[in-house]
């Protein structure tokens, strides 16, 4: 039980560090729009066996009609030819990417290239295949820790002469806000679940 507990708070961490990357980023970015990313590799799958229903999970229930529809004209351009396939597939992928994200209230700004993937999602996709999460579990608690130990040390540091000026005060309030808001950002991504995307 001891163990299992340890797991879920590693696993929380690990969402809440992936949370921070992708916050730290700019705007969030999710590997579901990229050309490698499990969507379209689900795609590229479902289009070989001519058969939809494994793709029907990643958008929501009202709009499986829009994707069948989809999936059945990429079919019959397919079967033009050569370049007809590669321009339907392309026209399917983009189709189930753009409505996947509407439904998760992300926007759809294209599909992006194979090897965008960030490092915590492809670790995280990893972890999946593999069937195990405590390597990657490990590895996020220890960013985790060394990112709040670094915050707090400079911000130790800084404090011990934030009384000798002006400015040594504002180089202590720089360091004790980028700890706090570091471990509260932490915090709130676990509490929130981690979502990002």
Request: glycine letters at 10%; aromatic letters at 6%; charged letters at 25%.
């Amino acid at each position: 039980m001891k163990r299992r507990a340890g797991i879920i708070v590693a696993a929380g961490v690990c969402l809440a560090f992936g949370a921070l990357l992708w916050l730290g980023a700019g705007a969030a970015s999710g590997h579901c729009d990229t050309l490698d990313g499990p969507v379209v590799a689900e795609a590229r799958s479902a289009l070989e066996a001519g058969d939809v229903t494994p793709v029907l999970k990643w958008v929501a229930p009202g709009d499986e009609a829009e994707i069948r529809a989809a999936f059945e004209k990429t079919l019959k351009v397919r079967a033009l030819g050569p370049q007809a396939r590669e321009l339907a597939d392309m026209y399917f992928f983009e189709t189930l990417v753009r409505v996947h994200r509407a439904s998760e209230g992300a926007p759809y700004t294209g599909l992006k290239p194979a090897g965008e993937v960030e490092p915590p999602i492809e670790a995280a996709d990893a972890a999946l295949e593999s069937g195990s999460v405590d390597k990657l579990a490990r590895r996020v608690a220890e960013h985790a820790s060394a990112g709040i130990r670094e915050r707090f040390n400079r911000a130790m540091e800084a404090k011990k002469h934030a009384g000798e000026s002006v400015e040594t005060g504002r180089e202590y309030v720089k360091a004790y806000v980028e700890y706090v808001h570091y471990v509260e950002g932490l915090h709130n991504a676990i509490e929130r679940g981690g979502h990002a995307h």
